[in-house]
């Protein structure tokens, strides 16, 4: 019986990856490979095929390549809310100080209604 994951990599055109990589890391990868029953092969598959299945979704992919890397951008859109924050509410302030009627941000969109519209655009732009 074969390794799993195997069976379907045979079946089509292949290249070969070199890669370096700390040897005590590999070491203790291709342990834990081998005790889930897989070679090192069928991880990079997996791994290649994760990205292609994710290509949309940059956030899994870096918190699988660089779990720190998640964090400190997350970090960094915590910044640039605040920020944002910050500057409506001097905007709000600026405005009401001159007199400029507003709806103090009310009408404003979601980021989750923006994203949603943009997806649409998207779509409608490749279909």
């Known amino acids: 019986m074969g390794m799993p994951g195997t069976a379907a990599a045979s079946q089509t ?65 915590a910044r640039k809310t605040s920020a944002i924050n910050s500057l409506r509410s001097l905007y709000a302030q600026t405005a009401q100080e001159l007199g400029i009627p507003g709806n103090g941000g009310v009408d404003l969109p979601s980021w989750d209604e923006l994203r949603e519209d943009w997806y649409d655009e998207r779509l409608e732009r490749e279909a």
């Open 13 to 77: 055109r292949q290249t070969q990856m070199n890669t370096r990589i700390d040897m005590t890391l590999k070491e203790a990868g291709d342990a834990v490979l081998a005790r889930l029953g897989y070679s090192p092969s069928a991880a990079v598959r997996g791994f290649w095929q994760f990205m292609v299945n994710h290509q949309d979704d940059a956030a899994s992919v870096r918190k699988v390549i660089e779990p720190g890397a998640a964090t400190a951008l997350s970090d960094e859109v």
